[in-house]
């Protein structure tokens, strides 16, 4: 474990009256538990640092609680808690850290998709940041749809293409004849998408948001927040 530690806040834990689990994401260390005795007392200050979608400089102390990591000073690194004062960005935050926190194990180095994390975070206005982490999240995963392929028999996909029932990417009308129809325009935007290193911004694609909610399901099942954020887009 190193002195210190950059990561993104993921959710806070109570632990007893006065003591917090925190779950983060970092590059060097991946996603792990830290804990935090007493953040709320006045020497410390804390609590108002410790909140998901913020990123934080965590230093630890050599004495750890059990199999965590004990903090020992937390400094705020980005302040996201007024982008995240409006419910929409604050239901897209949410969804963001939930696809980011089950994409991942604890302790297995994720420094593109802790990247990815914050980009999104910081781009909480623009419906588009949800299309970009979703494809951020199934490159992450190993699983990023192929716009131009067949992933069966590799033929090219000019006519559109099905999403393989089975999680195997996209597939042409000659290896699958079910499915929703997914026409060329929408996979040439798939394309740009993929294309694209930080979110472009934009009003969120809706049928691209389908594929790609559908691609998720098949490696991450139902998330909760995603269902949060499609109500309050309503
Ligand atoms: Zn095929």
């Known amino acids: 474990m190193p002195e210190s530690v950059r990561a993104v806040v993921l959710g806070r834990i ?3 009256d006065h003591d917090l689990v925190v779950p983060v994401l970092s590059a060097e260390e991946g996603r792990m538990s830290v804990f935090a005795q007493r953040p709320r007392s006045k020497k410390k200050r804390w609590h108002a640092l410790l909140v998901p979608g913020n990123t934080v400089d965590l230093r630890f102390s050599p ?15 980005s302040d996201r808690s007024s982008a995240m004062s409006e419910p929409m960005a604050l239901a897209r ?15 297995l180095i994720a420094p593109s998709l802790t990247r990815a994390l914050e980009l999104a975070l910081d781009a909480l206005d623009q419906g588009q940041t949800s299309r970009w982490m979703e494809l ?48 060329r325009p ?46 309050l887009a309503r």
Request: net charge neutral; glycine share 12%; hydrophobic share 40%.
């Open 136 to 183: 951020q999240v199934l490159r992450h995963l190993g699983v990023e749809p192929d716009p131009d392929h067949c992933a069966r028999c590799a033929s090219d996909l000019s006519q559109g293409a099905a999403l393989d029932p089975m999680g195997h990417g996209l597939t042409c009308g000659a290896c699958s004849h079910a499915g929703r129809h997914y026409p």
């Open 14 to 16: 109570a632990y007893g």
């Open 186 to 231: 929408l996979l040439d935007r798939l394309r740009y998408l993929g294309e694209t290193v930080v979110p472009l911004g934009g009003e969120s694609d809706r049928e691209l948001g389908v594929l790609l909610s559908r691609a998720l399901r098949s490696q991450l099942g139902v998330l909760k927040s995603a269902k949060v954020a499609v109500a």
């Open 93 to 107: 935050a949410a969804y963001f850290i939930e696809l980011a926190a089950l994409s991942t194990r604890d302790g």
């Open 63 to 77: 004495r750890r609680r059990g199999d965590m990591p004990s903090l020992a000073q937390v400094d705020l690194v």
